[in-house]
């Protein structure tokens, strides 16, 4: 069975701050996927990433990048000099191959003070 | 999200009502999916769809069905709605790289 820990449920940062949001997970094949999601107040469900597990190298997108760590079954993300705009719940989440159904982490809500 | 629609976008019922809920998408995918996500429990999979007249339980299908008769259109029923059922409910498809969400469906149950 697959598993997704987001141990972070709430983060609130004062504009500018760096934050660094955690996940972890749990699955037994070789091959799986991870994602992140977005959700913004208005409730829409907006896709970030995706990492294949052959692909260990670190991302970066503007003020977002991104940690894979198989060693550690960790897919951790950080915003750089955070925003108001940033303000959303974040969903970590692990699809295996073939039929990609998507496990959710519980999300983590961060607020960026102005 | 203006591949994947949803209808409708509210809806109120009452204890052991009946409803269905529309998802359609436009862009001739295989893969759709039903999700219900509750406070701090993310995002749950109902069931889901790899095709044309399939359908598979997903983590939590209990007191829901699903058909699939065409391939642009995923339904979700609710033969007779529990309070517990309470939700937001988002519709998927896979699109060959990620999960694509339409704008949910804000269901509550009284």
């Known amino acids: 069975a697959q598993k997704v820990t987001q141990a972070q449920t709430e983060i609130s940062v004062v504009e500018k701050e760096d934050v660094t949001l955690d996940c972890v997970y749990e699955?037994?094949?070789?091959?799986?996927?991870l994602f992140w999601y977005k959700q913004p107040p208005s409730g829409e469900l907006v896709f970030l990433i995706r990492?294949?597990?052959?692909?260990?190298q670190n991302e970066i997108s503007g003020r977002y990048s991104w940690n894979f760590q198989k060693s550690t079954s960790s897919f951790n993300f950080t915003i750089t000099a955070s925003q108001v705009v940033d303000s959303a719940v974040y969903f970590c989440?692990?699809?295996?191959?073939?039929?990609?159904?998507?496990?959710f982490g519980a999300g983590t809500t961060v607020t960026v003070r102005a | 999200n203006a591949g994947v629609t949803q209808t409708p976008k509210f809806r109120v019922l009452k204890t052991g009502q009946s409803m269905t809920l529309l998802c359609a998408q436009d862009m001739n995918h295989e893969y759709m999916y039903w999700y219900r996500q509750d406070p701090g429990m993310g995002l749950r999979l109902i069931h889901y769809?790899?095709?044309?007249?399939?359908?598979a339980k997903g983590e939590v299908p209990d007191g829901y069905n699903v058909s699939r008769l065409k391939k642009q259109n995923f339904l979700l029923g609710l033969e007779s709605a529990a309070p517990s059922q309470t939700s937001v409910y988002f519709c998927?498809?896979?699109?060959?790289?990620?999960?694509?969400f339409g704008p949910g469906t804000r269901l509550t149950v009284t």
């Open positions: 990492r294949n597990s052959f692909d260990e």
């Open positions: 769809s790899v095709g044309e007249g399939t359908t």
């Open positions: 998927a498809i896979w699109s060959g790289y990620e999960q694509y």
């Open positions: 699955t037994r094949d070789t091959t799986y996927y």
């Open positions: 989440a692990l699809s295996e191959a073939g039929d990609y159904k998507l496990s």
